[in-house]
């Protein structure tokens, strides 16, 4: 065990003030900190712009690039969302739970330096389930990505389109709206009508998240990790 976690652990079986304990506290806060790789302000550069009414909980956040969140989206704790190839813009109201991982990468084996920047963009009222990884650089609008479902870069997501539990898309397409991909083996179908709406579960989570978890407030910030 680190030397700042003992001296931690000493102090709380021991008589010391509350002044210690807070200055001990702060420095122990920063020391996990420094040791969590998710934590955006130790090794990334960012700027994120968070629209009035999104809720973005802090804890296990990545974040990498410029990035845009609109209106009444809701991002879970230890998300990560890395626009290293360009800008993610993110529209309202979607959700995006735990562990997901939103990636605007470059190709792997290409030349950083030489590639314009892309812009990936999110429409609104999609849904991204805990464990998944999207990467598709245009999703529209009222999409759903199941736990551990994964979309790769040269796919076009249009609308009303669901990737079933762990299925993994890396095709080069445009998927037809409305489009099922499920099983083992992506079996494709077609739905009449587009997933409903998650408004009661975002109202719900917007009321109840704050209360529980440490959530970034509306505005622009960023970051740029000192130099060393």
Excluded: W
Aim: proline share 5%.
């Amino acid at each position: 065990m680190d030397d700042v976690l003992k001296q931690f652990i000493s102090n709380e079986n021991s008589s010391t003030s509350d002044d210690d304990d807070d200055d001990l506290y702060n420095e122990v806060v920063e020391y996990m900190k420094s040791k969590n790789p998710m934590c955006p302000a130790i090794n990334s550069s960012y700027q994120v712009t968070i629209a009035p009414g999104a809720y973005v909980c802090e804890e296990r956040l990545q974040l990498i690039g410029e990035i845009s969140i609109g209106s009444k989206t809701i991002i879970h704790p230890g998300v990560s969302i890395i626009a290293e190839a360009g800008p993610i813009f993110i529209g309202d109201g979607n959700l995006i739970e735990e562990q997901c991982v939103i990636a605007n990468r470059f190709p792997p084996g290409v030349d950083k330096d030489q590639m314009n920047q892309v812009v990936m963009i999110i429409g609104s009222n999609n849904v991204f389930e805990v464990g998944s990884c999207c990467e598709a650089l245009k999703v529209g609008d009222n999409n759903i990505l199941e736990c551990k479902a994964h979309v790769g870069r040269s796919v076009t997501l249009t609308s009303g389109c669901v990737i079933g539990a762990k299925c993994s898309l890396t095709t080069n397409e445009m998927l037809p709206e409305n489009t099922v991909i499920f099983g083992s083996d992506h079996q494709r179908r077609t739905m009449p009508d587009r997933p409903a709406f998650q408004t009661h579960q975002l109202d719900f989570l917007a009321r109840i998240l704050p209360t529980s978890h440490y959530v970034l407030k509306h505005g622009t910030k960023s970051h740029t990790p000192a130099s060393t």
